[in-house]
Nanobody, 121 residues
Framework: QVQIVESGGGLAQAGGSLTLSCAASGRDFSGYALGWFRQAPGKDREFVVGIALTGNSTDYADAVKGRFTIFRVNNKDAMELQMNSLKPGDTAIYYC??????????????WGQGTQVTVSS
């Protein structure tokens, strides 16, 4: 059974940091890109960042570039998202997904249940 599990969400103050983790299991994910999307209340789900299967290629949304860093862990079926200089606008449910490296959600086949990130001002 394929599972995508996110962890590490929580509450942070503006300017603070959080680290999100994503672990995939149930099949070999080494051939998949991994990505993070987020959805704030009343808004559409938006792309945050993606990382290719090799870990050598990344794509960041402009809203997070320079503040967030993504990297795959050694076994490539997991990744972490280091979020620094958080802003209240980063408040959302963050979803991990596996698929083809893309900014479009429909290119990701497997999705986690999401983890809440709340940034207070």
């Amino acid at each position: 059974q394929v599972q995508i599990v996110e962890s590490g969400g929580g509450l942070a103050q503006a300017g603070g940091s959080l680290t999100l983790s994503c672990a995939a299991s149930g099949r070999d994910f080494s051939g998949y890109a991994l990505g993070w999307f987020r959805q704030a209340p009343g808004k559409d789900r938006e792309f945050v960042v993606g990382i290719a299967l090799t870990g050598n290629s990344t794509d960041y949304a402009d809203a997070v570039k320079g503040r967030f860093t993504i990297f795959r862990v050694n076994n490539k079926d997991a990744m972490e998202l280091q979020m620094n200089s958080l802003k209240p606008g980063d408040t959302a449910i963050y979803y991990c997904a596996a698929g083809v490296l893309s900014r479009f959600s429909w290119n990701y086949k497997y999705w986690g249940q999401g983890t809440q990130v709340t940034v207070s001002s």
